[in-house]
């Protein structure tokens, strides 16, 4: 217990003497502050803080706008590039479609008797043969249908074939080979 009695003074003394610095601290800082120091230091430095953070950001955003335009520029010529090739491999498509016509024959998609196009190559391992066999049977069936709702014929598009679908049954996927063989034949009858 006297322990304690003589370890408050000390403890006390301690506070004392840590308040007391605190206030001189306190005293000194708002001694400064209407001396002006403070202010006229502040205010010159935020202004021209801002000014430089304004400049950089200004700098930042141009940057940006110029590597924006370098990019789409890139594109540009890169979608250019893209159009040139495909050109290219369309034109030497056409030429082996017209050099083989002579050998190949199409196989007509016959429907009630009637030849709706023909099929020239293969898809997925079903032979031209097949595949006419197949669509043939396919828009017969539908046709055929006392509840034929033509709002449910629809075109599927994907990257290498377009499908003719009713509700979700495929009645006939044409190729980019396909609409080459038909656009190459159209394209010779009217020469």
Wanted: positive net charge; hydrophobic residues 40%; contains cysteine.
């Amino acid at each position: 217990m006297e322990m304690k009695k003589s370890k408050r003074p000390v403890l006390l003394l301690v506070l004392i003497l840590f308040a007391v610095n605190v206030q001189a601290q306190l005293d000194q800082a708002i001694k400064n502050i209407f001396a002006g120091d403070t202010i006229a230091i502040q205010k010159p430095l935020k202004h021209d803080s801002d000014s430089i953070r304004l400049a950089v950001l200004q700098r930042t955003l141009e940057e940006a706008r110029l590597n924006e335009a370098n990019m789409r520029m890139e594109m540009e010529q890169m979608k250019l590039e893209t159009v040139a090739a495909d050109s290219v491999k369309l034109a030497m498509q056409r030429q082996r479609i017209d050099s083989l016509r002579h050998i190949t024959k199409g196989v007509p998609v016959i429907v009630e008797g009637d030849t709706l196009f023909q099929f020239y190559t293969k898809r997925g391992g079903h032979t031209p043969q097949q595949r006419a066999k197949t669509t043939g049977a396919a828009i017969e069936e539908v046709g055929k249908r006392f509840n034929l709702n033509p709002d449910s014929v629809y075109i599927d598009y994907s990257e290498m074939v377009a499908d003719l679908m009713y509700d979700n049954k495929v009645l006939l996927s044409v190729t980019h080979q396909d609409a080459m063989w038909r656009v190459c034949r159209a394209i010779r009858w009217r020469r």
